[in-house]
């Protein structure tokens, strides 16, 4: 079992930034990729980012990318999402998930990849 709680959710301008973090237990936390990904009212949940177990990949939605940043500290079990100039289209509720497999070695980019996932931090970003 994998638990994870998200933070840094929170109200700003468009233009601002943020920065989210996601801190993991309850599984040998440098053994497994990990996504961000986030649900708009009324839409499905969309990727975000991911990067991989050893930190050395990571992958973009082509709606963030060169304005996002995943990293993760495996020292603390932690993951996070930096955001920078950010737009009212990036509201949404942003979720954590790690990977349902070790070591994997594609993108994992699909909500189907993972098998664990955190409650969700709100984000949103006025005009």
């Known amino acids: 079992q994998v638990q994870l709680v998200e933070s840094g959710g929170g109200l700003v301008q468009a233009g601002d930034s943020l920065r989210l973090s996601c801190a993991a237990s309850g599984r040998t936390f440098s053994s497994y990729a990990m996504g961000w990904f986030r649900q708009a009212p009324g839409k499905e949940r969309e990727f975000v980012a991911s990067i991989s177990w050893s930190g050395s990949s990571t992958y973009y939605a082509d709606s963030v990318k060169g304005r996002f940043t995943i990293s993760r500290d495996n020292a603390k079990n932690t993951v996070y999402l930096q955001m920078n100039s950010l737009k009212p289209e990036d509201t949404a509720v942003y979720y954590c998930?790690?990977?349902?497999?070790?070591?994997?070695?594609?993108?994992?980019?699909?909500?189907?990849?993972?098998?664990?996932w955190g409650q969700g931090t709100q984000v949103t970003v006025s005009s």
């Open positions: 998930a790690a990977d349902r497999t070790y070591y994997s070695r594609d993108s994992r980019v699909l909500a189907s990849d993972y098998g664990y």
